[in-house]
C-alpha cells in the first residue's frame, strides 16, 4: 500500500450472517484496507481462512462484548469502518406477528435484545475509542419497517417495534457522539430484501429484481459509507442511498 494513502481499519458485528460476511469478504479484498476485525457468534472456516480477516467469537454478553470492544480497538485505534450487521426476525419458537393476539413476552424479549439492544451494546463498547477518531463511519442494520411513517401494513409487532427503537437509540447516540466523537458519522441503513435466512420464508411475495445478493448490499452498502461524512446526525438510508421517513 502506498504511503501516500491512509489505511482503512474496519470492523463488522455480526460477520456470520449473509450481509456481515459479504461485508467482511468485500473488505478482506480491498487494499484501502490493512485491518479487517470480525465478530461472530462461532467464527466459520471461510471467516477464519480468509487473508486479511481477523476472526473473534463472541457469546454477545455484556461483559463480553466490552472486553472485545476494548480488544479491538488497542489492535485498530485508527477504526475507520464499522458495520454492525445484527438482526432477527423468526426463530424456532418465534416469527412476525400477524396480531395482536400473538404477542409473547418470551418472543418479543428477544427480537428486541438481538435488534436494538445488542447493537447500542456494542455502539457504547465502541464509542470511547472513537473520540479522536477524525473520520469513522458506522452502518448499523435496520429495517425500512421500522419506520413509523412507512408504516401502512401494521403487523409485525416485534420486529417493527425493535427496528424503531434502534433508530431512536442511534439518533440519542448520534446527539451525543457530536460532542464527544465528532469524527463519527451514524447510519441507519436498511438493505432491501436479501436472499438470507432470515428473509427465506418470506421470500415468495418479493417483486422480481428486488430480491437481492449479500454480495450486491455490502457493495451498496460500501457505496453509502464511502459517501457520508461525519456530521453530527444520523442519517436513515436504504441500499440506494434514499432517506426513508421516521
Known amino acids: 500500500m502506498s504511503d501516500s494513502v491512509t489505511a482503512i481499519q474496519g470492523l463488522v458485528v455480526g460477520a456470520g450472517g449473509g450481509i456481515g460476511s459479504a461485508v ?6 480491498d487494499s484501502r484496507f490493512d485491518a479487517v476485525w470480525t465478530v461472530s457468534r462461532q467464527a466459520s472456516a471461510e471467516l477464519t481462512s480468509t487473508v486479511g480477516l481477523r476472526p473473534l467469537s463472541t457469546d454477545h454478553s455484556e461483559d463480553h462484548i466490552a472486553e472485545m470492544a476494548q480488544q479491538i480497538l488497542r489492535g485498530s485505534p485508527r477504526l475507520s469502518r464499522i458495520v454492525i450487521a445484527l438482526g432477527t426476525l423468526h426463530g424456532p419458537s ?8 400473538a404477542l409473547q413476552l418470551a ?10 439492544v445488542l447493537p447500542m451494546l456494542w455502539l457504547a463498547a465502541l464509542a470511547s475509542g472513537l473520540r479522536k477518531n477524525p473520520d469513522c463511519r458506522i452502518a448499523v442494520l435496520s429495517a425500512r419497517v421500522g419506520s413509523i411513517g412507512d408504516n401502512r401494513l401494521g403487523g409485525w ?3 417493527r417495534s425493535a427496528k424503531a427503537a434502534l433508530n431512536m437509540g442511534l439518533r440519542s447516540a448520534s446527539i451525543e457522539l457530536a460532542r464527544r466523537a465528532k469524527g463519527v458519522k451514524l447510519i441507519s441503513f436498511h ?4 436472499d438470507t435466512a432470515l428473509s427465506e420464508p418470506f421470500q415468495r411475495g418479493v417483486p ?8 450486491f448490499v455490502a457493495e451498496r452498502l460500501d457505496r453509502v459509507l464511502e459517501a457520508q461524512v461525519p456530521d453530527g446526525q444520523l442519517s436513515y438510508l436504504d ?5 426513508i421517513p421516521w
Open 208 to 215: 422480481e429484481g428486488k430480491l437481492f445478493a449479500p454480495g
Open 157 to 159: 409487532y416485534s420486529y
Open 239 to 243: 441500499w440506494a442511498g434514499e432517506a
Open 191 to 194: 438493505p432491501g430484501t436479501v
Open 94 to 101: 418465534y416469527g412476525p406477528e400477524k396480531s395482536l393476539d
Open 24 to 29: 467482511a469478504q468485500r473488505w478482506s479484498q
Open 107 to 116: 418472543a418479543m424479549q428477544e427480537v428486541y435484545r438481538v435488534n436494538c
